[in-house]
């Protein structure tokens, strides 16, 4: 069973840049399908972006352009690189890591864009 944390969030002002990562222990990350997900006060978790095994990626609407999803497979880690944030972007950041069977989520960290 994959384990997650998550880190990298903080304060950032509206416009701002802000790295997670999401540091996965257990064997064979490298086949888990990884995600990052986000849930703000009174709206439900959704979906910001997705990397699977071979590196294709998928973006919710609302972040495409601005946030880049990648993996670093030696490391375990997968990262989710968020540009010119917005203050609708605040909200809970989730790594989620799906293989099979198998469904692991992290504790979340908090994202806060705010001037």
């Known amino acids: 069973q994959v384990q997650l944390v998550e880190s990298g969030g903080g304060l950032v002002q509206p416009g701002g840049s802000l790295r997670l990562s999401c540091s996965a222990s257990g064997g064979f990350f490298r086949l888990y399908v990884m995600g990052w997900y986000r849930q703000a006060p009174g709206k439900q978790r959704e979906l910001v972006a997705r990397?699977?095994?071979?590196?294709?990626?998928d973006y919710a609407d609302s972040v495409k352009g601005r946030f880049t999803i990648s993996r670093d497979n030696a490391k375990n880690t997968v990262y989710l690189q968020m540009n010119s944030l917005k203050p609708e972007d605040k909200a809970v950041y989730y790594c989620?890591?799906?293989?099979?069977?198998?469904?692991?989520w992290g504790q979340g960290t908090q994202v806060t864009v705010s001037s």
């Open positions: 990397i699977s095994s071979d590196s294709s990626t």
């Open positions: 989620n890591a799906a293989y099979m069977r198998v469904v692991a």
